[in-house]
């Protein structure tokens, strides 16, 4: 059981109106850019392999995908899509093309690997972008293909030519690039497909990992624009106390004065680091966005609209292991529905 330290714990929220996306985004109204969306992953012996570039080395390349796909899966706005999942090399369905369903997406995810054998898995980056085409020309509307791959090439081929035939093939569609190239010659035929269509949004599938406000911004960027959007940045709790001071209660009303014309329900969530107890940041969660909740009743928003809820330490969004990520995970978040 981990010990109490008595210091100040910072709670998370300070709430600001804003229309960048520099930081963490909840839309409360948020409009579709895309009707139909693919994931078309690389699934070759190169991304069984640990992602190295330069002095940072993460895990298995498939296995970073993954955890993209799942976050952007957990993070997408009920919009309806018609959504699917394939593979490259070799070519697969792994989600045949369907209406939306998170559940359905995360079970798909689940049953890639991350272990098959390096050898004799060539990489047909531009047999792969050929063999989606005629798919591509069934989704409906405005579609996004999301390219997940390192970028390796060796075999078949030309993908920058594929990708152009593509385009030809499917006006409509734009094709996102999330590299996870850790060598020159994967950024280049990367670099090349995204020189294709000024509307691709390229980036490295390391930061969107590692870092929310670039996630948040990939896929706002890629599937909805926001109206409004909410800034989360930092409020203090004094030690195991849910009282907001002076400062905290200005941000609310801020907040509160533009809640006011939304709808809907709204979710206060209370998130805690793991310093203490599972028991005691449970109860701290809880008594936070309990407060909270309290003080945008008090500013006029209907008590019926807001719904408190305590994760406790089970929601990291940082890491633990560092002050500054014990801090970002000391947080209270607001949610739409």
Not at 152 to 175: C, D, F, H, I, K
Not at 188 to 208: H, K, M, R, W
Not at 244 to 253: K, M
């Amino acid at each position: 059981m981990r010990l109490l330290k008595s210091f100040v714990l910072a709670a998370a929220m300070m709430l600001a109106i804003s229309t960048t996306a520099q930081a963490q985004q909840l839309c409360a109204n948020p409009t579709a850019k895309v009707d139909s969306f693919d994931f078309l992953v690389d699934y070759s012996g190169s991304m069984m392999m640990h992602y190295r570039d330069g002095n940072i080395v993460g895990p298995e390349k498939m296995e970073m995908a993954k955890n993209i796909m799942l976050t952007v899966n957990s993070k997408l706005a009920p919009i309806s899509y018609t959504a699917g999942i394939h593979t490259f090399s070799p070519f697969e369905e792994v989600l045949p093309f369907g209406p939306y369903n998170k559940d359905l997406f995360a079970a798909a995810v689940s049953t890639l690997r991350s272990d098959w054998d390096t050898f004799y898995r060539m990489t047909a980056m531009g047999d792969g972008i050929y063999e989606f085409s005629p798919l591509a020309q069934s989704m409906p509307g405005r579609s996004a293909i999301i390219l997940v791959s390192d970028g390796m090439s060796n075999r078949g081929t030309n993908p920058v030519e594929q990708a152009r035939a593509l385009y030809a093939a499917n006006p409509s569609a734009v094709m996102h690039i999330v590299s996870l190239a850790d060598s020159a010659e994967g950024k280049a035929y990367l670099d090349q497909i995204a020189a294709l269509n000024p509307n691709t949004v390229y980036v490295s599938g390391f930061e969107i990992l590692n870092n929310e406000q670039a996630m948040d911004k990939f896929i706002s960027d890629v599937f909805y624009s926001c109206g409004e959007v909410i800034v989360l940045r930092s409020v203090q709790f004094a030690f195991d106390s849910a009282a907001l001071d002076a400062t905290a209660q200005g941000i609310l009303r801020e907040a509160a004065s533009m809640l006011r014309n939304q709808s809907g329900t709204i979710y206060v969530d209370g998130h805690t680091c793991d310093i203490g107890s599972e028991q005691y940041n449970q109860r701290l969660s809880e008594r936070r966005a309990n407060s909270v909740r309290n003080f945008l009743i008090e500013q006029g928003i209907p008590a019926n609209r807001l719904i408190a809820r305590g994760f406790g330490e089970t929601h990291p969004k940082y890491s633990n292991s560092t002050e500054e990520g014990r801090r970002l995970n000391r947080r209270v978040e607001l949610s739409f529905e």
